[in-house]
């Protein structure tokens, strides 16, 4: 995630390669899922203390594209990601079982 900060500040561009796959692990206990989840959710929030200074700093990209850095890496990510999470595991999943 900082590799896309850094590389959107510097305005590349990026392509999507929708072909590649890759070997995913999900994890084996709830336990498990738990502190996967409170890594994932503590790198970005460091990543965004460490990096909004250099974002609000950058000429080399426009307001609007430091408005889109910021919403797409750090709100979908805190926000909506453990608001889909939340339904997905508590609602989602128990309605699958029990219909």
Known sequence: ???????????????????????????????AYRYQQQRWSCGPANLFRKVLPEIL???????????????????????VAHLVTFLFYCIVIPACVLV
């Open 57 to 79: 700093r950058s000429d080399r990209v426009s307001p609007w594209k430091k408005l889109h850095l910021l919403y797409a890496f750090f709100f979908v990510r805190k926000v």
């Open 1 to 31: 995630m900082d590799l896309a900060v850094r590389a959107s500040l510097r305005g590349w561009c990026f392509v999507y390669a929708g072909d590649l796959t890759m070997r995913n692990e999900p994890p084996s206990t709830f336990k």
